[in-house]
């Protein structure tokens, strides 16, 4: 179970490094898996962005100081205490973060703005939910309930919560011409 894990785990840091323009030449997946991120593998990740937002924006968002505290951390888990606490931590700061980017956009809409935004806020919401329910179900009917069920869900709800974050951020950025990250590590 606990190679089972560990892969999973591995996984997880491959998506982080597709995605991250920041990676350091031998980073914590090539150190943990003994493979190359190969590029060509990795999902199209800027192609959830508009495609005229300007690069340089989108490479601050996958450079950004939690996908690089991530990585770090992933160097200290060593059991499946370890890797439910990295989740559930790192699930916090990216709530936080988007309740943040969710609260600075409200902020500057228009009124009429403002309900499409609550309403796709709120829908995305109940989406997340259910994302996170039917992931276990699926989990638990293929092969049972097993101790790393809820962190592979877990690592699921980082992503979705990370990319809500990002489609936030950019249309924040699109309102103002600016964003900064608030959590910086």
């Known amino acids: 179970m606990m190679k089972k894990i560990t892969m999973m785990f591995v996984s997880f840091l491959i998506f982080l490094g597709c995605t991250s323009n920041q990676m350091s030449e031998v980073s914590v997946v ?11 593998a990795c999902i199209d990740l800027h192609s959830i962005f508009l495609w005229d937002t300007p690069q340089d924006f989108r490479d601050y968002l996958f450079s950004n100081p939690i996908d690089i505290a991530m990585e770090r951390d992933g160097d200290l888990i ?41 309403q796709s806020q709120a829908a995305w919401e109940v989406m997340n939910q259910q994302d996170s329910a039917l992931w276990f179900e699926i989990f638990y009917s293929s092969k049972g309930q097993g ?14 919560i990370r990319q809500r974050t990002f489609l936030l951020a950019e249309y924040y950025f699109w309102l103002t011409g600016d964003f900064n990250f608030i959590w910086q590590g």
């Not at 090539?30 to 060509?40: A, G």
């Not at 101790?147 to 979705?160: A, H, K, L, P, W």
């Open 30 to 40: 090539e150190h943990v898996s003994s493979n190359t991120v190969d590029d060509s």
């Open 78 to 118: 060593y059991t499946t205490s370890d890797i439910k606490e990295w989740v559930a931590h790192y699930a916090q700061i990216w709530l936080k973060e988007m309740d943040s980017v969710y609260e600075s956009l409200s902020n500057q809409v228009s009124d009429e703005s403002r309900v499409f935004l609550e």
């Open 147 to 160: 101790s790393g069920d809820i962190s592979m869900v877990g690592f699921q709800n980082i992503y979705r």
